[in-house]
């Protein structure tokens, strides 16, 4: 999956590229406390509020790509006609809680990731 790309300025300016925020997990007893996120409602000034709320959103969708990214090289895998044990995309889309068009797609764009080398599942970029 594409990286997300900002909004063009409408002043005409470049856009600013903001690397993502580290996605650190939280402790157990902050996750419990359902208006715990992330430290955000600690912080007062809505400048930084919004700055490091923006990283996060920015993290997740980078981390959502990612593991699309896997889920797809796995689907690939799984459906490959070499393997003895190959699923058809009905057992896949079930396994995932895809449809079968989805799993159809999802293993098209995995073939498509095995070929150009975009990543492996072996942990290798």
């Keep these: 999956m594409s990286e997300p790309r900002p ?9 600013r590229r903001m690397r993502p ?3 650190l997990f939280e402790p157990p007893e902050a996750t419990a406390d359902p ?8 912080i007062a000034d809505p400048h930084e509020l919004l700055g490091r709320s923006t990283e996060l959103a920015l993290a997740f969708r980078a981390a959502a790509d990612r593991a699309t990214e896997f889920q797809a090289l796995a689907a690939a895998q799984l459906a490959d006609p070499k393997r003895f044990d190959r699923l058809s995309p009905a057992a896949l889309a079930e396994r995932a809680e895809w449809t079968e068009d989805y799993a159809r797609k999802m293993v098209e764009f995995g073939r498509s990731l095995m070929r150009d080398g975009a990543a492996r599942p072996d942990g290798g970029d």
């Design 7 to 15: 909004a063009p300025d409408p002043r005409g300016a470049a856009p």
């Design 21 to 23: 925020a580290p996605l």
């Design 35 to 42: 208006e715990h996120f992330f430290d955000l409602e600690s």
